[in-house]
C-alpha cells in the first residue's frame, strides 16, 4: 500500500498529517509524555482493562490507530502477543520509525499501515480489540472525532472491546475550575488537541456501544500536581518526581473521587446496533 494518503474523504485531516509528519522525523521510540507518572498510570490502567476485559478473546485480532513510532505497539503486542495485530497512523514518517523500530524490537508481525483513522482501509467486522492511546483527541473537529467513532464501530465485531485513552474537556474544565477558585491560570491543551467533548459524542457511543468502564486513571495525581501543589509555596512547582508528586501518584486512584485527567474508556460493540 501506498503511504501517501490519496483519499478525498480525509483531506479535511490534511493539516494534521502535515504537523504529525514533522515531528516524526524528530521521534524517539518513547510515548511523547512529559511526566512519567501519567505515562506510568496510564499503561497500570491499559493493562488492568486488557486482563479484565480481553481475556474472553483467545488470540484476537487487534487494530492501533494513532501508533505513532510504534511505542504503544511494542508494549501492546509483548502483553498480548496476539497472531493478528493492524497498527496504523496518519503520519507516514510515524509508520516508517514504527516499521525500523519494529525490526530492531523484534515484534515484525504487526502490520503498520498509514491511514487516517477517520478512514480506515480495512473490512467490516475486522478486529476484536481496538485501541486509540491518545489518537482521537488529535483529530481537529467534532465530525472528525465521530467519524473514528464510526470507524471503530464499523471495524469491531459485535461484542469486540474498544479501549481508548483520551483526555476529556469535561476533565479539563473541572481541573480549570478549581484552579479558577484558587486564582490559579487555567490549564490549556496541548497545542493540536482537541480534547473529546463527551456530551458531543455521547449518544452516537451509546447508539454502537455498550460503555463498560469509565477510569480516570490519574485523578488522584491531577489534584495533586495540578492543583494542591500549587497551593503550597514551598513546593518545587517543576520538579516531576517531588515526594509531593510520588505521594499522589502512589494514592489509589480510582477510590479519589473527583474526575481529573485522561480517561481510559472501555466500549463493547453492541450486538444489534441501534438496541438499547
Ligand atoms: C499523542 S500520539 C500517541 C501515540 C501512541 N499511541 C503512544 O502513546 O505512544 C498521537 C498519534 O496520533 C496520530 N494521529 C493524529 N491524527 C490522526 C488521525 N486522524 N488518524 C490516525 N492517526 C492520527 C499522530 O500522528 C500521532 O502519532
Redesign the pocket.
Known amino acids: 500500500m501506498s503511504d501517501a494518503i490519496a483519499n478525498p474523504l480525509?483531506e479535511s485531516?490534511a493539516a494534521?498529517?502535515e504537523f504529525?509528519?514533522a515531528?516524526?522525523k524528530m521521534a524517539p521510540f518513547?510515548?511523547?509524555?512529559t511526566d512519567p507518572s501519567v505515562e506510568q498510570l496510564e499503561w497500570n490502567a491499559i493493562q488492568r482493562a486488557i486482563r479484565t476485559y480481553a481475556a474472553g478473546h483467545s488470540d484476537p485480532s487487534v487494530l492501533?490507530?494513532?501508533?505513532?513510532?510504534g511505542?504503544?505497539t511494542k508494549k501492546l503486542h509483548e502483553l498480548m502477543q496476539p497472531s493478528h495485530y493492524d497498527a496504523?497512523?496518519?503520519?507516514p514518517g510515524?509508520v516508517e520509525m514504527a516499521r525500523h523500530y519494529s525490526e530492531r524490537h523484534g515484534y515484525r508481525e504487526v502490520n503498520f499501515l498509514t491511514?487516517?483513522?477517520?478512514a480506515i482501509p480495512l473490512e467490516e467486522a475486522a478486529c476484536d480489540l481496538l485501541?486509540?492511546?491518545?489518537?482521537i483527541q488529535?483529530?481537529q473537529s467534532a465530525d472528525?472525532q465521530a467519524d473514528?467513532f464510526a470507524e471503530a464501530s464499523r471495524l469491531l465485531k459485535p461484542g469486540g472491546l474498544a479501549v481508548l485513552v483520551e483526555n476529556r474537556e469535561e476533565e479539563l474544565g473541572r481541573l480549570n475550575r478549581l484552579r479558577e477558585a484558587a486564582d490559579l491560570d487555567p490549564i490549556g491543551q496541548p497545542r493540536h488537541t482537541r480534547f473529546l467533548v463527551w456530551s458531543e459524542l455521547s449518544e452516537q457511543v451509546s447508539r454502537d456501544f455498550e460503555v463498560v468502564e469509565t477510569n480516570f486513571f490519574a485523578s488522584a495525581y491531577y489534584f495533586g500536581t495540578r492543583f494542591a501543589k500549587w497551593l503550597n509555596p514551598a513546593e518545587e512547582a517543576t520538579e516531576l518526581n517531588s515526594p509531593h508528586n510520588l505521594f499522589y501518584r502512589e494514592m489509589i486512584q480510582g477510590s479519589f473521587r473527583l474526575a481529573l485527567g485522561p480517561a481510559l474508556i472501555v466500549l463493547r460493540k453492541r450486538a444489534n446496533k441501534g438496541v438499547r
Open positions: 480525509i485531516v494534521d498529517q504529525w509528519e515531528r516524526a518513547s510515548s511523547g509524555y492501533e490507530i494513532g501508533c505513532h513510532v511505542y504503544t496504523l497512523d496518519i503520519s510515524s491511514a487516517s483513522a477517520t485501541f486509540s492511546i491518545r489518537c488529535n483529530i472528525g473514528a
